[in-house]
């Protein structure tokens, strides 16, 4: 029990000859170091608040402004027109102070706000501009003299040098959009899934929500929308996410993968080193605010930064009605599993963050530990994976004190999660499912080896490959795309290894060593646990899922054809379903709204007329020319439809904010009653890739694999595909065993063929095309 010894101070014994007291010298310099560390966050903390508070000013623009008002006084003339003197009059000062000196103080009283009111007049200014999109809708590469304008003015007011979260007090508000355009937009979007007498149904439902419940529900809506910040992202966060009772594991969480071709190192503990090291780099940044502002690619523009708060130190608790989400403003340690154990392991030491070697030596003695796990521990991890109301029983009633809490209350504070797998992971040359079962890995594991409740938990395979699950409802892909892209980043090109695989550095021998984690689970638990983990495991065993990296063309022979790469990925996906199918559905592709303050996600609903007149053109033997045209057609609505959804006028956020308000006042609608239940049997998204941390042009072999998530609906599909580079497209493809008419491999293939039945049809000279394959830099494949 020597890791108990260290967690006190002073131990004293009571002996005949009175109190003999011991001081742990080590414990009080921890203590100390560690109030330090505390202390310096909270004045940075307070040095950023400042900072983000003037911006787009700065603090040393007070100065500026109280020199110029008082040389403007100096020269004998009232830059202030009587407001200098009318504050001298009504200042409460002593008789000491002298007329010259109560002078001063007003100017610079007058000055200071002076300064705050040219601070608020700029935040106004830039919020009004951020909140113009009309430079959204233009064609590309031609732009009005209007949009010249405002990007100068942007540039104006956006100040120099912004931190993380300088931005969040000049994004506009998200827009409530007006009931009859909605109720259109959503005709509109079903109009191909229905047969006229379906479609006159709900157009008269429509028309009846619209005339009557639907201004009432929207006068309540706007009421909220001018209180709170974003009228949709606090009850998408609750009715969405937190109040699902289902498992968390593969219904909500995702995951993202490792180098496809790359392994920096085949030491599992090496590899766990680096990243770990590099994940408290990232943090340090994040909380220094040194992070540039998300801005869209190209642009000036920024994106709300929100949602990067809740990064670490976050766990999801379970409630027996609704989840709540839990984040502690620091921790210094990690969670860590390993056959059936759990370990605290501190990351830093005297105040200092370990070093990529010391690091290493410590998860290596976490996989040299032979203790056993105490009983009920090895599958804790199931009640994690399985209902959420009996983990919230089960934590009410086993873990609420004692030994058990305190555990718990260890896996939950700490900055994340880490499990060590015995496994061996990634892209293998014998085996054509490699791939498959990496991702299956990352989904769910074996059901009880993460803590799906934790913002997230990463993974380290025996071989040195690694991946991350998620945890979805504190934020959305891109925000933990940007720390896993940079993660990976740093481990390879700024981290690296010595010749032998290991991390670079020296190991400190004081280093205390990790602490296991002890547990007291009775056998009623244990059968909760067993419970959950049956749940899980069913759950899990019914997932069918296909990776796949299509490499005989990417978006950069996509953009030859002028054709945005998102559209002809997603009429691929129309195209493929319909053939596997023999009918259209409905079709989710998730898009951003972090244009506007605390933005999430907006739904694009990718099957429109325009696509399914191109796709029953196609398969109905249409001459050519007509089915480009027809594409096109489809291709510009996509287009239309993403940049309605970016900028706040999409359909689905506004109908769920309206359901969720009829609900609150006790009325039913048939219309958002029968919406709200259409199944989402084709459920997309585009994993984000952040270019400008890797040089994939001159290195093509660190390329990701990208990510994906679990199928949305029982007899749908979930497909999630990513852009690396110009040249390879990545697809994660989810659907389940127990439905009959979905195979996510078939469906593969029938991707795969439409891609290159769209490419034929758009470019059917081939001849370059051909070239370009050749002269395509060869990957490195060290698996």
């Given at each position: 029990?020597?890791?108990?010894?260290?967690?006190?101070?002073?131990?004293?014994?009571?002996?005949?000859?009175?109190?003999?007291?011991?001081?742990?010298?080590?414990?009080?310099?921890?203590?100390?170091?560690?109030?330090?560390?505390?202390?310096?966050?909270?004045?940075?903390?307070?040095?950023?608040?400042?900072?983000?508070?003037?911006?787009?000013?700065?603090?040393?623009?007070?100065?500026?402004?109280?020199?110029?008002?008082?040389?403007?006084?100096y020269t004998r003339s009232d830059p202030s027109m009587g407001l200098i003197a009318k504050i001298q009059e009504n200042l409460p000062v002593s008789q000491s102070m002298s007329n010259q000196c109560q002078t001063l103080v007003s100017a610079v009283l007058f000055s200071t706000m002076l300064w705050l009111l040219l601070i608020f007049t700029m935040r106004m200014c830039l919020k009004q501009l951020l909140s113009y999109h009309r430079w959204m809708f233009e064609k590309h590469g031609k732009m009005s003299n209007t949009t010249k304008v405002w990007v100068a003015l942007v540039r104006i007011f956006s100040g120099r040098k912004p931190l993380l979260y300088s931005y969040q007090g000049s994004l506009p508000n998200l827009p409530v959009p007006a009931i009859k355009d909605t109720v259109q937009r959503h005709l509109e979007s079903v109009r191909p899934l229905m047969d006229d007498t379906e479609y006159e149904r709900m157009t008269m439902l429509a028309a009846e929500f619209e005339s009557s419940l639907g201004n009432r529900l929207q006068w309540y809506l706007k009421l909220k929308a001018l209180w709170a910040t974003n009228y949709v992202s606090d009850w998408w966060e609750e009715y969405v996410y937190l109040r699902g009772r289902s498992p968390i594991m593969v219904n909500s969480n995702f995951y993202g993968m490792d180098f496809m071709y790359v392994t920096p190192t085949p030491i599992q503990a090496a590899r766990a080193g680096n990243s770990l090291h590099a994940h408290f780099l990232y943090r340090r940044k994040l909380n220094k605010e040194e992070l540039k502002p998300t801005r869209i690619p190209g642009t000036v523009i920024p994106l709300c930064s929100a949602q990067c708060e809740r990064l670490f130190n976050t766990t999801r608790i379970p409630g027996e009605e609704t989840d709540t989400l839990q984040h502690w403003q620091d921790s210094d340690y990690i969670a860590v599993y390993h056959r059936g154990r759990y370990f605290r392991l501190r990351m830093y030491q005297a105040g200092r963050l370990l070093s990529p070697r010391e690091i290493e030596s410590q998860i290596q003695s976490i996989l040299d530990d032979p203790s056993p796990p105490s009983k009920g521990e090895a599958k804790l991890g199931a009640l994690t994976a399985g209902d959420r109301i009996p983990w919230a029983e089960a934590r009410k009633k086993y873990f609420s004190s004692g030994v058990n809490k305190q555990s718990l209350d260890c896996i939950e504070k700490a900055a994340f999660f880490v499990s060590l797998d015995d496994d061996e992971q990634g892209v293998m040359a014998d085996d054509p499912a490699s791939l498959d079962s990496y991702a299956k890995s990352l989904l769910h594991g074996k059901c009880y080896d993460r803590w799906f409740d934790k913002s997230f938990t990463v993974i380290y395979y025996k071989n040195g490959k690694m991946g991350v699950n998620v945890e979805h409802s504190w934020a959305d892909a891109p925000v933990l795309s940007h720390l896993w892209q940079q993660t990976l980043s740093t481990d390879c090109f700024q981290l690296g290894y010595?010749?032998?695989?290991?991390?670079?550095?020296?190991?400190?021998?004081?280093?205390?060593?990790?602490?296991?984690?002890?547990?007291?689970?009775?056998?009623?638990?244990?059968?909760?646990?067993?419970?959950?983990?049956?749940?899980?495991?069913?759950?899990?065993?019914?997932?069918?899922?296909?990776?796949?990296?299509?490499?005989?063309?990417?978006?950069?022979?996509?953009?030859?054809?002028?054709?945005?790469?998102?559209?002809?990925?997603?009429?691929?996906?129309?195209?493929?379903?319909?053939?596997?199918?023999?009918?259209?559905?409905?079709?989710?592709?998730?898009?951003?709204?972090?244009?506007?303050?605390?933005?999430?996600?907006?739904?694009?609903?990718?099957?429109?007329?325009?696509?399914?007149?191109?796709?029953?053109?196609?398969?109905?033997?249409?001459?050519?020319?007509?089915?480009?045209?027809?594409?096109?057609?489809?291709?510009?609505?996509?287009?239309?439809?993403?940049?309605?959804?970016?900028?706040?006028?999409?359909?689905?956020?506004?109908?769920?904010?309206?359901?969720?308000?009829?609900?609150y006042l006790g009325v039913e609608s048939p219309f958002l009653k029968e919406v709200l239940s259409e199944p989402w049997r084709l459920s997309t998204s585009q994993s984000p890739m952040h270019v400008e941390m890797f040089d994939i042009v001159n290195h093509p072999e660190y390329v990701s694999c990208g990510g994906g998530f679990g199928p949305v609906a029982d007899d749908g599909y979930g497909v999630s595909y990513s852009f690396m580079g110009e040249n390879i497209l990545n697809l994660h493809i989810t659907c389940k065993h127990s439905c009959p008419d979905t195979n996510a491999r078939k469906f593969g293939a029938q991707i795969k063929k439409a891609l290159h039945d769209l490419l034929h049809l758009l470019s059917p000279n081939q001849t370059e095309f051909n070239r370009m394959e050749e002269k395509r830099p060869e990957v490195k494949k060290n698996l």
């Amino acid at each position: 029990m020597a890791e108990a010894h260290q967690a006190v101070a002073f131990q004293f014994t009571v002996t005949r000859e009175g109190i003999d007291l011991q001081l742990s010298h080590q414990a009080f310099t921890e203590i100390y170091l560690s109030g330090v560390r505390s202390w310096k966050k909270r004045i940075i903390g307070l040095k950023n608040s400042v900072v983000t508070g003037v911006y787009p000013a700065s603090p040393s623009s007070w100065l500026f402004v109280v020199i110029a008002i008082l040389a403007t006084m100096y020269t004998r003339s009232d830059p202030s027109m009587g407001l200098i003197a009318k504050i001298q009059e009504n200042l409460p000062v002593s008789q000491s102070m002298s007329n010259q000196c109560q002078t001063l103080v007003s100017a610079v009283l007058f000055s200071t706000m002076l300064w705050l009111l040219l601070i608020f007049t700029m935040r106004m200014c830039l919020k009004q501009l951020l909140s113009y999109h009309r430079w959204m809708f233009e064609k590309h590469g031609k732009m009005s003299n209007t949009t010249k304008v405002w990007v100068a003015l942007v540039r104006i007011f956006s100040g120099r040098k912004p931190l993380l979260y300088s931005y969040q007090g000049s994004l506009p508000n998200l827009p409530v959009p007006a009931i009859k355009d909605t109720v259109q937009r959503h005709l509109e979007s079903v109009r191909p899934l229905m047969d006229d007498t379906e479609y006159e149904r709900m157009t008269m439902l429509a028309a009846e929500f619209e005339s009557s419940l639907g201004n009432r529900l929207q006068w309540y809506l706007k009421l909220k929308a001018l209180w709170a910040t974003n009228y949709v992202s606090d009850w998408w966060e609750e009715y969405v996410y937190l109040r699902g009772r289902s498992p968390i594991m593969v219904n909500s969480n995702f995951y993202g993968m490792d180098f496809m071709y790359v392994t920096p190192t085949p030491i599992q503990a090496a590899r766990a080193g680096n990243s770990l090291h590099a994940h408290f780099l990232y943090r340090r940044k994040l909380n220094k605010e040194e992070l540039k502002p998300t801005r869209i690619p190209g642009t000036v523009i920024p994106l709300c930064s929100a949602q990067c708060e809740r990064l670490f130190n976050t766990t999801r608790i379970p409630g027996e009605e609704t989840d709540t989400l839990q984040h502690w403003q620091d921790s210094d340690y990690i969670a860590v599993y390993h056959r059936g154990r759990y370990f605290r392991l501190r990351m830093y030491q005297a105040g200092r963050l370990l070093s990529p070697r010391e690091i290493e030596s410590q998860i290596q003695s976490i996989l040299d530990d032979p203790s056993p796990p105490s009983k009920g521990e090895a599958k804790l991890g199931a009640l994690t994976a399985g209902d959420r109301i009996p983990w919230a029983e089960a934590r009410k009633k086993y873990f609420s004190s004692g030994v058990n809490k305190q555990s718990l209350d260890c896996i939950e504070k700490a900055a994340f999660f880490v499990s060590l797998d015995d496994d061996e992971q990634g892209v293998m040359a014998d085996d054509p499912a490699s791939l498959d079962s990496y991702a299956k890995s990352l989904l769910h594991g074996k059901c009880y080896d993460r803590w799906f409740d934790k913002s997230f938990t990463v993974i380290y395979y025996k071989n040195g490959k690694m991946g991350v699950n998620v945890e979805h409802s504190w934020a959305d892909a891109p925000v933990l795309s940007h720390l896993w892209q940079q993660t990976l980043s740093t481990d390879c090109f700024q981290l690296g290894y010595n010749a032998e695989g290991h991390c670079k550095g020296e190991v400190d021998s004081s280093l205390p060593p990790p602490q296991k984690l002890n547990w007291e689970i009775p056998p009623e638990c244990e059968e909760q646990i067993s419970q959950s983990l049956a749940v899980a495991q069913a759950l899990a065993d019914d997932v069918d899922l296909h990776v796949f990296s299509f490499q005989d063309f990417g978006k950069g022979k996509v953009k030859k054809c002028r054709v945005s790469p998102d559209a002809f990925i997603q009429i691929a996906l129309q195209l493929a379903y319909y053939r596997d199918h023999g009918r259209f559905c409905l079709t989710y592709e998730a898009s951003m709204t972090r244009l506007f303050k605390e933005g999430r996600t907006e739904t694009v609903r990718s099957c429109t007329n325009e696509s399914s007149a191109f796709v029953r053109a196609l398969e109905g033997g249409e001459v050519a020319h007509v089915c480009r045209r027809l594409f096109h057609d489809a291709s510009e609505k996509h287009q239309h439809l993403y940049r309605m959804a970016m900028t706040g006028a999409g359909v689905d956020r506004h109908l769920f904010c309206l359901y969720v308000m009829s609900k609150y006042l006790g009325v039913e609608s048939p219309f958002l009653k029968e919406v709200l239940s259409e199944p989402w049997r084709l459920s997309t998204s585009q994993s984000p890739m952040h270019v400008e941390m890797f040089d994939i042009v001159n290195h093509p072999e660190y390329v990701s694999c990208g990510g994906g998530f679990g199928p949305v609906a029982d007899d749908g599909y979930g497909v999630s595909y990513s852009f690396m580079g110009e040249n390879i497209l990545n697809l994660h493809i989810t659907c389940k065993h127990s439905c009959p008419d979905t195979n996510a491999r078939k469906f593969g293939a029938q991707i795969k063929k439409a891609l290159h039945d769209l490419l034929h049809l758009l470019s059917p000279n081939q001849t370059e095309f051909n070239r370009m394959e050749e002269k395509r830099p060869e990957v490195k494949k060290n698996l």
